[in-house]
């Protein structure tokens, strides 16, 4: 038999020991069960792509924050680097993020996990990476086989938790960041972010600093982001963030970004920042997924051995535009008002009662488990939760067209397409 190793579900959140995953939306599995060949070519060669989504738990309600433009992503890198998709349509994608919600019991009322401050409500927010991998028959470089889709869901608090009244710290790493697809979520792109967050942590350790995250310069020496996050700067009035084709990430939160700031009257360019201009901002900030805006108030410089070289400071969280935006921001991260065209809710793809019946199978999965476990059964390969034999009445959408005609209007027509065109 084929030798599995674990995939590790990466998050900061609650335990995952009695959390479900799917693979390829059919197969609903504990988390500790989800396992891929050891020859795979995405294990060894990090031939894979990663994309991650958000869902938000607000009043009761589930919540799935732009979806459309997540998958229109994911399929944007897989074609980069050849990988077909077809056998996952974007609306199975989105109907089995509601199934892993109520398999898991998200949905339920009774449900209490930890809780984050939006526009004055407490929220729950959960964090969906989908990871598009292959299996392969051999070890070596060899051509892959058709693509797998393993979805993982994991109730988490704040990303980058900050100190309100300043923000966070970040460390600016000593060597270039480089990467060979800027443009895509490929797993080899976020090698180096690994490798930058346990440098950081061993230079917090040593020098008692609170760095929470890591930002990076390309070869010609300008600040092009963060680890999973684009940077953005205030300067009079005027916010300016970092070109794709000098090594930025395409944020969807930037974008998010970009239409508010056109709201409030703000222009919003893009350009190159250097460590200089970010010092004689207004204000710094990263924006992200699971973070959403977060100040910076202070960038450590390390030199090449990572000992503190200089920190430069900046009054970011203070700065009145930077906490207006960052406002708007939480509105529409929960759906408030005209934000509300930005999300689908569950109750529109499961009913409570699809909900609660795909809950029950997952009650009755771990009780088999339990049982086959205190027998000495460690491997259960057969009659796993299955979103086809549980049939639940999967929604459907136009890719896409939701969120166009959305800032039509309300972005005033011009939109900002995460770069594109440069990629």
């Not at 898991?104 to 996990?113: E, T, V």
């Not at 299996?135 to 109730?155: D, F, V």
């Not at 056109?262 to 997924?289: H, N, P, R, S, V």
């Not at 200089?310 to 935006?325: D, F, M, P, Q, V």
Request: aromatic share 8%; with cysteine.
């Amino acid at each position: 038999m084929m030798e599995k190793v674990d995939i590790m579900v990466d998050s900061a959140s609650e335990t995952h020991s009695s959390l479900f995953a799917c693979l390829d939306l059919q197969d609903f599995l504990p988390c500790s069960m989800a396992r891929i060949s050891h020859p795979s070519g995405s294990l060894n060669y990090a031939n894979a792509i990663i994309e991650s989504m958000s869902l938000v738990k607000v009043d009761g309600r589930l919540l799935l924050f732009h979806p459309w433009m997540n998958l229109k992503r994911m399929r944007e890198g897989a074609s980069t680097i050849g990988i077909k998709m077809d056998a996952f349509p974007d609306e199975k994608i989105i109907g089995n993020v509601f199934a892993l919600a109520a398999i898991n019991g998200f949905h339920k009322s009774l449900w209490h996990g930890k809780t984050v401050l939006r526009a004055g409500k407490k929220i729950n927010k959960f964090y969906i990476r989908q990871l598009l991998y292959f299996e392969s028959e051999g070890l070596g470089a060899s051509p892959a086989n058709g693509p797998g889709l393993l979805s993982t869901i994991s109730p988490i608090g704040e990303h980058l938790q900050q100190d309100k009244r300043k923000g966070i710290k970040v460390m600016l790493f000593p060597f270039p960041r480089k990467l060979q697809f800027p443009c895509v979520c490929t797993s080899s792109t976020y090698q180096l972010q690994q490798h930058s967050k346990n440098k950081m942590a061993l230079f917090n350790e040593e020098h008692g600093e609170s760095c929470r995250e890591v930002i990076f310069q390309n070869p010609s020496g300008e600040v092009i982001g963060a680890n999973g996050e684009n940077i953005v700067i205030l300067k009079n009035g005027k916010l300016i963030s970092p070109l794709a084709s000098d090594g930025a990430i395409p944020g969807i939160t930037l974008q998010m970004v970009f239409h508010l700031a056109k709201d409030m009257g703000l222009e919003f360019t893009e350009g190159k920042i250097t460590l200089k201009d970010i010092c004689q901002a207004d204000a710094f900030f990263l924006t992200g997924e699971p973070a959403g805006i977060v100040p910076v108030s202070e960038i450590l410089e390390v030199n090449s051995n990572f000992k503190l070289k200089e920190t430069h400071s900046i009054l970011s969280a203070g700065n009145n535009i930077l906490r207006k935006l960052k406002g708007q921001y939480s509105r529409m991260e929960i759906g408030e008002g005209m934000f509300r065209q930005l999300h689908y809710e569950m109750q529109d793809w499961l009913s409570f009662k699809e909900a609660e019946r795909i809950y029950s199978c997952g009650l009755r999965f771990k009780e088999r488990m339990a049982r086959a476990w205190r027998k000495g059964l460690e491997h259960l390969s057969r009659h796993r939760p299955n979103p086809h034999i549980m049939n639940p009445s999967w929604g459907s959408i136009q890719a896409g067209s939701k969120f166009s005609e959305f800032f039509d209007n309300y972005g005033k027509g011009s939109g900002y397409d995460g770069n594109k065109e440069r990629c």
